[in-house]
């Protein structure tokens, strides 16, 4: 099989393309045939030694696939031989064959591409969590998502879009707004200011602007991938009981929230991770992609795919991700 292999932490064009042995799948395993990699940004920096986990070298990066179950190993129940598939591992995807475990297996309903489902599982099953178990969005709910641009902002965009929500996208530029309302936004916020008090008074005339919050109104919840200065500032926009769903930092700063602010207005910022899911709220995880798989078959979601390439050009397609030079999403075909 041909896979990007690590053997050394280091920048992304460092690493090679080589042709290793095919696995075989073991207990509870599934081996892909491969046809679709979505990239992230995490796998940049899994590829340069700068994820919060790193894996023990010689190994094949990359999470998200999609292909044909090529064989399975004992124990298997999800999926069989010739079955369509998309696959979230922690490891492995960057290669024309993947060994994954079945349970970060599912089968893909008829009309679902391998290139838009390898393109959404990350960050669609991410902004699930941070949507539906932790901010428990329903409609007519006002929903403040921050980072809307990006992948997760987008699809939390989408789904809550889908279950009757106002959506208030918080961008930096222009065209990041005509993306988030080509995605379903409602109406987009500005996030320009000098500094944070700015920052806070800027938002909230807006979101005020929008929802009537002088009569106490606000948002509902509040989904935030940037943190820093924007998350201080979303907290001062959600209404009594309010929540802010945590996701990320894109923005490069963690920030703290002070207790007795949440206390005086009665508000909840909670964690929406993803791995750890896997383990300790599966049925969770699975429903959910089982949701936004039959919204995607529906025509009621969008990948935003805006680049595609060879595995062997995959430098070339992190550039777009690591220079910030694409509103959307890339994939990597590893067949061609």
């Not at 042995?21 to 995490?42: C, F, K, R, S, T």
């Not at 290139?115 to 403040?144: C, K, P, Q």
């Not at 930092?249 to 896997?278: C, E, H």
Request: charged share 20%.
């Amino acid at each position: 099989m041909r896979a990007i292999v690590v053997d050394k932490f280091g920048p992304i064009a460092s690493h090679q393309i080589r042709d290793i042995p095919d696995p075989e799948p073991g207990e509870g395993q599934v081996l892909i045939d491969n046809h679709a990699v979505g990239l992230n940004y995490p796998d940049a920096l899994m590829l340069q030694g700068k994820y919060q986990k790193r894996p023990d070298r010689p190994f094949v990066p990359g999470r998200d696939c999609a292909g044909i179950v090529r064989a399975v190993g004992p124990g298997v129940t999800r999926c069989s031989a010739g079955d369509r598939v998309v696959a979230q591992v922690f490891t492995g995807a960057f290669s024309d064959t993947v060994l994954a475990p079945q349970n970060r297996c599912f089968v893909l309903p008829d009309g679902v591409s391998f290139e838009d489902a390898a393109a959404m599982i990350t960050t669609f099953n991410t902004a699930w969590a941070a949507v539906d178990s932790r901010g428990r969005v329903e409609a007519g709910h006002t929903v403040l998502i921050t980072g809307a641009a990006g992948g997760v902002g987008i699809a939390a965009v989408q789904l809550c879009k889908a279950r009757g929500s106002t959506v208030l996208a918080a961008v930096s530029t222009e065209e990041k707004g005509k993306l988030v309302l080509e995605n379903g936004a409602d109406a987009v916020i500005d996030t320009n200011a000098a500094d944070l008090a700015a920052l806070k008074t800027h938002l909230k005339d807006q979101v005020n602007k929008i929802t009537g919050a002088a009569e106490g109104r606000g948002c509902d919840v509040v989904v935030d991938t940037v943190g820093g200065d924007l998350f201080e500032a979303s907290l001062r926009i959600l209404r009594y009981g309010g929540n802010l769903v945590v996701v990320g930092f894109a923005g490069g700063q963690v920030p703290a929230a002070k207790a007795n602010y949440l206390l005086y207005n009665n508000l909840a910022v909670t964690g929406a991770p993803l791995d750890i899911r896997f383990e300790y709220a599966y049925a969770e995880v699975e429903r959910g992609v089982n949701t936004w798989l039959g919204l995607l078959a529906a025509g009621k979601l969008r990948s935003n795919i805006l680049s595609r390439y060879k595995l062997n050009e995959f430098a070339t397609a992190f550039d777009e991700i690591t220079g910030r030079r694409v509103m959307g999403k890339v994939v990597l075909d590893p067949q061609g």
